[in-house]
């Protein structure tokens, strides 16, 4: 299924000072801005969109009447890609040509680690997608090693040809990817001042950011607040905060409950955001953003035979993401 199409690059600014742009603060700070408001899509429109994230997830099991065990898994990916639309329904792009100027995927701490780079240079087709059809089409994509062009055996500009990595990766963390719908999330419903802070709508986050797992949204926060607008190069900017708590009543993807170890944050799953956020789209729509979430959460676990084993999981998430305009050429 396809939602929103997919984050990560350049590190959110949280000074005054942005990639070298000239910064001013607004004074304007008791006028309302609209934070939902968004530049019309249009077809042959070119996106420049960087994404980076990291995870780690580091889980310990203490067997009964053994030593315990850490085993740490290390994922991370990063590419910078040019999105073009090629059709444009509503709200949203259903067909495009992508063209990954970077890409990078790496594992360590599995069965085997690895770096795969295969759909660096690569352009990528996403067909009319509609709900029930994530597909997408990888040019050149016939088993062969590929360049910009028809490389002879000697071009160093050839790579090889996509990994099952980098079509799973297509599939689950770029066409299907949630970015844009998870980031609204974030957003107030009404304009809003500098300095105003929102409740969030806690459904519409777990549903959002953890379709799969089981809350407690009672035992949830989840607020917003504009921290300041300031004027980058002639354009306002609206810079903005988040602060996520969800409490997790299953561990994700098991059927165990987390242990009452007598700590309030035993499964809750904290997330922070930092946004930087075009005010004037028709001028020129831009954003960048950091994300940040973590997980503490222990629980015991049972065997065929009943032996108890306790397990202590923590969850590192990082996303850094850029959105704009591609550079004309």
């Known amino acids: ?3 929103s199409v997919a984050v990560l ?4 600014a949280s000074s005054l000072v942005v990639l070298g742009a000239r910064v001013q603060a607004d004074d304007t700070k008791e006028a309302k801005v609209d934070l939902k408001k968004r530049a019309a899509l249009a077809v042959g429109a070119k996106t420049l969109e ?4 990291t995870l780690k997830k580091t889980m310990t099991y203490s067997p009964q009447g053994k030593m315990p065990q850490a085993v740490i898994l290390e994922l991370s990916s990063a590419y910078k890609a040019v999105r073009e639309a090629q059709e444009v329904q509503g709200d949203r792009v259903s067909k495009e040509t992508v063209r990954f100027e970077s890409w990078k995927k790496s594992g360590k701490g599995g069965k085997k680690d690895f770096d795969d780079t ?3 240079g690569r352009v990528v087709h996403i067909p009319g997608t509609t709900e029930a059809s994530p597909d997408f089409s990888i040019e050149g994509d016939d088993g062969k090693a590929t360049g910009p062009a028809q490389p002879d055996p000697t071009d160093l500009t050839a790579v090889a040809p996509p990994t099952k990595i980098a079509k799973d990766w297509l ?9 844009k719908a998870e980031l609204e999330t974030c957003f107030p419903k009404e304009p809003v001042a500098v300095g105003s802070e929102w409740a969030l709508d806690l459904k519409e986050v ?3 950011l953890y379709p799969t ?5 009672q035992r949830s926060s989840g607020k917003g607040k504009l921290t300041s607008v300031t004027t980058e190069d002639g354009i306002k900017v609206a810079h903005i905060e988040v602060h996520i708590a969800i409490q997790l009543t299953k561990v994700p993807e098991t059927q165990y409950a987390p242990a009452d170890d007598g700590t309030k944050d035993n499964g809750l799953m904290k997330r922070t955001a930092v946004i930087d956020l075009s005010l004037e789209p028709e001028k020129k729509a831009f954003l960048s953003a950091r994300l940040d979430e973590v997980l503490d959460i222990s629980f015991e676990a049972k065997d065929k035979a009943g032996a108890v084993t306790g397990v202590e999981a923590k969850i590192e998430k990082a996303i850094k993401l850029s959105e704009g305009p591609a550079p004309k050429k």
């Open 171 to 179: 599939t689950q963390d770029f066409v299907n990817a949630q970015w």
């Open 50 to 53: 960087e994404r980076e994230t």
């Open 1 to 3: 299924m396809r939602r």
């Open 118 to 120: 295969t759909l660096s």
């Open 206 to 208: 777990a549903t959002t």
């Open 213 to 217: 797992m089981e809350s407690d949204l």
């Open 9 to 12: 690059a350049l590190p959110l």
